[in-house]
């Protein structure tokens, strides 16, 4: 067997392209057979640790984390993964790639991104042309400014964002809709979700951290708008009050 039918295989299990014949095939899952796809996620994932000038042994075990790699294939992969991070150019037609291809599987595309982000933060902080790699990443999957803000926002823990961008509304949203996209996300990024497609602990992890953010986002925001209704029902009364009084005058 090949190295990228193997990997493919590897990937299959961690996305979940592997199901029984009695399971329907997880949707965030690539396409059966599609090598280019575990080609282009190795070929990412060692320009992303390039991304900084420097790679480290930490970001190819990260990798390796989110696909475990038999012990007989790590050689193999070792030399693809050195190969791959000798450059950081043409990081982008492998982005594209993958990002025209999966248009309509954007959590696969998430899925991908997470991985890049382990890789990035596996030897401490993203560094700025970390983020500037990741985020131009995500332009070619597909996603708005708004939405990497959204995805990024667990591996920046001390960056304070916009709670209404973490749960990816706008000012006008009305309280209904606030509380459907916050189900949407927590469906979405749950860690059942991802135990039950047979995700490897780092996916899970950082399913428990985007929870985390998104819940403290959707808490943020019902607090201040709870806040903002009593100060306008106040306001309210006392300009009802102040007109009785002159009416009365």
Known sequence: MSIWKRLLALAGSAFGLLAHDDQPIDP?????????????????????????????????????????????????????????????????????RIGRRYVVKPCLLEDVLDVLFSVAVADGAITESEETFLARVSELFGFTETEFARLSAPYFPDRPLDP??????????????????WTRLMSDNHPDTFIARGAPAEFVKAAQEKTATINAAYEALKKSRAS???TQKRAMGQSIHRKAQHNSD
Do not use: N, W
Not at 51 to 71: K, M, N, V
Not at 164 to 181: F, K, M, N, Q
């Open 28 to 96: 965030c899952s690539p396409d059966p057979g599609d090598m280019d796809f575990a080609a282009a996620v190795v070929a990412l994932a060692a320009k992303m640790a390039r991304a900084d000038g420097r790679s480290t042994l930490d970001e190819a075990a990260a990798f390796r984390a989110a696909f475990p790699i038999a012990p007989d294939d790590r050689p193999m992969f070792d030399r693809l993964f050195k190969l791959a991070q000798e450059t950081v150019h043409g990081f982008e037609g492998y982005a594209r």
């Open 164 to 181: 209404y961008t973490l749960i990816g509304v706008d000012l006008s949203a009305s309280d209904e809709d606030i509380r459907r996209a």
């Open 228 to 230: 903002k209704s009593r």
